[in-house]
């Protein structure tokens, strides 16, 4: 009967020490809850629910957060997620995407510990770029006939164009110098047509010219020596008329004086 009775006692002061250590613990907790907010949490911690908790390393998510008794639990990233530094994400962020429609090209895949690193495509440059990544790829300026290509385009810089100087040409616009126009006189030509910003000059054999030229001279020749022998004739006439004329009145005057001379 003692025994029954000092073991029902042992067992009420057992509990009453176990409703004390909870209620100190209680306490202790309560007052410290304050003072914990109003601490900056240290280097590789996070601060969630008053509390400071570890962050996870890169790769990995907050899958609980952390207790008094346990550290913050962290699972990896989903595929297609990452994290690139320790943090307190519960949710991996996600990998961007390169568009082929933007001109934009993934050089470096994704990975839990990194985002997707992209690129221009050939014909295109960035015109925002961030660290190796671009954000945004434009098409090259095309360069136009009568221009040359004085600067080609790469992934960061655009195509400089500029334009022909007098005596050169371009055709198409992807040389990169402009040609010079050809000299037709060197070569025992003349110049048909001459050339322009974005032609050739149109050269034709000289032969035909000297032909052409002969020819034209021949018939400037007949035609002068036809005008000149129509003159000569012509006047030749009109001295032959007027000779005649004079020549008559001379007879008349004579024929008239004889006659006075014969009747006094």
């Known amino acids: 009967m003692c025994f029954l009775e000092l073991r029902t006692t042992r067992l009420k002061s057992a509990k009453m020490m176990n409703r004390g250590c909870l209620l100190i613990f209680s306490i202790i907790t309560t007052q410290l809850m304050p003072f914990k907010e109003a601490l900056e949490c240290m280097m590789g911690e996070y601060k969630v629910n008053g509390q400071c908790c570890p962050t996870c390393h890169p790769g990995y998510r907050v899958h609980e957060t952390c207790s008094l008794m346990t550290g913050t639990t962290c699972v990896p990233c989903d595929p297609g997620t990452y994290t690139a530094h320790r943090s307190g994400l519960k949710d991996c962020l996600q990998c961007k995407v390169c568009d082929p429609a ?14 997707t690193v ?3 495509s050939p014909g295109y440059f960035c015109t925002n770029m961030k660290d190796d990544d671009c954000e945004m790829c434009v098409a090259h300026r095309v360069c136009t006939p009568g221009q040359y290509v004085k600067s080609r385009g790469t992934e960061r810089n655009n195509t400089i164009c500029e334009e022909c100087q007098a005596g050169t040409f371009s055709p198409n616009g992807t ?18 047509k001459p050339g322009t910003n974005t032609t050739d000059a149109l050269c034709s054999p000289k032969s035909n010219l000297q032909l052409t030229l002969i020819g034209i001279l021949f018939i400037i020749i007949i035609a002068v020596i036809a005008f000149i022998a129509f003159i000569i004739l012509v006047v030749t006439l009109v001295r032959k008329t007027t000779e005649k004329q004079e ?14 001379a014969s009747h006094p």
């Open 118 to 120: 992209c690129g221009c």
């Open 102 to 115: 933007f001109g934009l090209v993934t050089r470096r895949e994704c990975s839990p510990i990194s985002n």
């Open 175 to 192: 040389l990169d110098q402009c040609l010079p126009w050809t000299n037709c006189t060197t070569q025992g030509s003349f110049e048909e």
């Open 247 to 260: 020549g008559g009145r001379t007879h008349q005057n004579e024929s008239s004086s004889k006659a006075e």
